[in-house]
């Protein structure tokens, strides 16, 4: 997999500010955030915002025996012109005492998981100048059970952040030390992954898993896709999917000057992948391309979501209720996330000065009105 090019390192005129938002307050989420903003190399990276609760990360830094590093103020006590003086800050929305006492998805859970996440899109898609914007999110781990009982319907951060830019096209990417992997379906049950794949649907991670490569400095991406049958469909033995949609996808990409090949069988094309022989690889279904990532690199593993007109990354684990409050959980990812988050801006920061000083107008990088859109 090819490293990050030194052109594209951060621009010392550029201080990024990357909101986090805490996920679910009964899970990992407050301790992951709480250890990695106590990390100095982390707090050098830009400026933070972190949208959730107070407490529950001054607990987390005190059973890490951590000084925590941030500033407290009242979520309702922001201005609405104007940001916070401090930074790092922690906007606080209160309601501890509405949690309940079992490290579980719970109605309190989702909802406030849901406001902090939210909120955080909105600053997000505010104009350049805003004071209240920021330049990337950032998303501590949700539950989707918590978001259910509380009444809401999204299968996951993905597809609220697609909904709320209007994106007609998104795709989950995980970047990790070894492996780079996108997806042609998330969050969908295994038996209708089969007659939700289109030829659109490969194409999608194809065509925008490129233009992720070359935000980050690879001038020209290697793009392997597997295929969904065993052995690739083995000439339509085992399936016609391999011929009827991945190859037309994959002949399109090609079309379009993507050096892009496929497709192969999933259970060897990784091998080449981690051994550096593709930048990225394009699985049809979630648990094809996760098993080799989280099996190769699950303490530094992220989540993206590309073809957003904003940035947002996300540690790869879940809420890890069972070990919430034990003070076990790693920072790693999370940190990782930050990190990734950080080089993302300073790539879009770069990509709008360059448009602006060539009088080239980018529909991308337009700030986008916040609207409810969902169909809760």
Not at 94 to 107: I, K, T
């Amino acid at each position: 997999m090819t490293t990050h090019e030194t052109s594209q390192q951060p621009n010392a005129r550029f201080e990024p500010v990357i909101a986090i938002t805490m996920g679910d307050p009964m899970g990992i989420g407050p301790e992951v955030v709480a250890k990695a903003l106590c990390d100095p190399a982390i707090l050098r990276l830009g400026k933070f915002v972190v949208y959730g609760q107070n407490q529950p990360l001054v607990d987390a830094a005190d059973r890490a025996g951590m000084r925590p590093f941030w500033f407290r103020i009242a979520k309702e006590n922001i201005p609405a012109n104007r940001g916070v003086a401090a930074e790092p800050v922690v906007l606080d929305y209160g309601h501890e005492d509405s949690l309940p006492h079992a490290h579980a998805p719970s109605r309190a859970g989702g909802l406030l998981s849901k406001a902090f996440v939210e909120d955080a899109i909105a600053d997000a898609l505010r104009p350049v100048g805003d004071a209240r914007r920021v330049d990337a999110v950032v998303t501590g781990p949700i539950s989707k059970e918590s978001w259910s009982v509380a009444g809401f319907k999204w299968p996951g951060h993905t597809e609220l952040f697609a909904a709320r830019c209007k994106a007609t096209r998104h795709t989950m990417l995980f970047e990790s030390p070894r492996l780079r992997v996108a997806l042609a379906t998330a969050h969908v049950p295994l038996m209708d992954i089969r007659n939700m794949l289109t030829i659109g649907r490969v194409f999608d991670p194809i065509d925008l898993g490129y233009n992720y490569c070359r935000q980050l400095g690879i001038e020209k991406p290697k793009i392997a896709v597997c295929g969904l049958n065993p052995h690739a469909g083995e000439n339509g033995l085992f399936g016609d999917e391999e011929e009827r949609v991945i190859s037309p996808a994959i002949e399109i990409a090609r079309r379009n000057g993507i050096d892009v090949r496929g497709p192969f069988p999933g259970d060897t094309i990784f091998i080449d992948a981690a051994a550096g022989k593709w930048d990225l690889v394009v699985a049809m279904y979630h648990d094809q391309g996760l098993i080799p990532v989280k099996l190769l690199g699950f303490d530094r593993a992220v989540n993206i979501t590309i073809g957003l007109s904003i940035v947002r990354t996300s540690p790869d684990h879940g809420t890890a209720f069972d070990i919430a409050k034990k003070n076990l959980a790693s920072p790693n990812s999370m940190k990782a996330a930050i990190e990734l988050a950080v080089k993302l801006a300073h790539a879009k920061f770069i990509q709008a000065t360059h448009a602006k000083e060539h009088g080239v107008k980018d529909a991308a990088l337009d700030a986008l009105s916040f609207e409810d859109t969902d169909a809760e």
